[in-house]
């Protein structure tokens, strides 16, 4: 792993990133999202300003606010990774996962107050998966986070199912390995009445021995095989929100 000269999402020490980011892949098992976010917390104590560990740690928020079943924890989890991630973005500008996950706490900790249609929210959103955009054009990450907000929003915010449908294709060519972007991507499709398109993505994370995420493959997995049987000739069924 490059050193913090050639790296600013990481510092001069790989070992403790390898852990956490180890923990962070299978945070699907249980426990390891909480020991993930404990090995962060002792690393934070002696360096409590490493922008490396802080991204880390708004990550983990992120996907911990995610699981949770009340609304007021939440938007505390949200609220949490947004400060963090806010100071990541200080202490390393050029850090593309900073501005990615502290775009998406913005977008969700928005919808946890209704914002998530707002001028107030999606100009800032907007601005942070840009900026990742720009830092490392190879993610497609943010371009699927961009698809799903232009797909939600009205024309005078800027939305539109054209644009959305570019961000979506986008993310899935520069990501492929990630099942996530190839599920969006598919559900687009079949929002359009694509099905011979939607079926070949669907496909993909079927026949993926690799995936990006896999804490987040098995689901992927699972609502692919849903939409193809439904894809062969049964109703539409509902389309996951992310």
Same mark, same amino acid.
């Given at each position: 792993? %490059? !050193?913090?000269?050639?790296?600013?999402?990481?510092?001069? @020490?790989?070992?403790?990133?390898? !852990?956490?980011?180890?923990? *962070?892949?299978?945070?699907?098992?249980?426990? +390891?999202?909480?020991?993930?976010? +404990?090995?962060?917390?002792?690393?934070? $104590? $002696?360096?409590?300003?490493?922008?490396?560990?802080?991204?880390?740690?708004?990550?983990?928020?992120?996907?911990?606010?995610?699981?949770?079943?009340?609304?007021?924890?939440? +938007?505390?989890?949200?609220?949490?990774? +947004?400060? =963090? #991630?806010?100071?990541? =973005?200080?202490?390393?500008?050029?850090?593309?996962?900073?501005?990615?996950? #502290?775009?998406?706490? #913005?977008?969700?900790?928005?919808?946890?107050?209704?914002?998530?249609?707002?001028?107030? #929210?999606?100009?800032?959103?907007?601005?942070?998966?840009?900026? &990742?955009?720009?830092?490392?054009?190879?993610?497609?990450?943010?371009?699927?986070?961009?698809?799903?907000?232009?797909?939600?929003?009205?024309?005078?915010?800027?939305?539109?199912?054209?644009?959305?449908?570019?961000?979506?294709?986008?993310?899935?060519?520069?990501?492929?390995?990630?099942?996530?972007?190839?599920?969006? /991507? %598919?559900? &687009?499709?079949?929002?359009?009445?694509?099905?011979?398109?939607?079926? =070949?993505?669907?496909?993909?994370?079927?026949?993926?021995?690799?995936?990006? @995420?896999? &804490?987040? *493959?098995?689901?992927?997995?699972?609502?692919?095989?849903? /939409?193809?049987?439904?894809?062969?000739?049964?109703?539409?069924?509902?389309?996951?929100?992310?």
């Amino acid at each position: 792993m %490059a !050193t913090a000269a050639h790296n600013p999402c990481d510092g001069s @020490d790989s070992s403790p990133y390898a !852990t956490i980011d180890s923990l *962070y892949l299978h945070r699907d098992v249980p426990g +390891r999202l909480d020991s993930d976010l +404990r090995l962060i917390a002792r690393a934070l $104590h $002696h360096s409590p300003e490493n922008p490396a560990l802080l991204w880390r740690e708004g990550r983990a928020l992120v996907r911990q606010g995610e699981e949770r079943l009340s609304a007021k924890e939440r +938007r505390a989890d949200f609220s949490r990774a +947004r400060a =963090v #991630l806010s100071a990541s =973005v200080r202490g390393a500008p050029r850090c593309p996962q900073a501005h990615y996950w #502290l775009g998406l706490a #913005l977008g969700l900790l928005g919808r946890e107050d209704g914002l998530i249609k707002s001028a107030f #929210l999606v100009s800032p959103l907007k601005r942070q998966m840009k900026e &990742a955009i720009r830092l490392d054009p190879r993610d497609g990450r943010p371009h699927r986070v961009l698809g799903e907000l232009y797909e939600s929003l009205p024309r005078m915010l800027g939305g539109g199912h054209g644009k959305a449908l570019r961000e979506f294709q986008k993310a899935a060519k520069l990501s492929p390995r990630d099942s996530s972007a190839r599920l969006a /991507l %598919a559900q &687009a499709y079949r929002r359009r009445g694509m099905r011979a398109q939607a079926r =070949v993505e669907l496909e993909s994370i079927i026949q993926e021995k690799n995936p990006a @995420d896999p &804490a987040e *493959y098995a689901d992927d997995l699972k609502e692919a095989r849903k /939409l193809l049987l439904e894809n062969s000739g049964g109703a539409p069924g509902s389309l996951r929100n992310h």
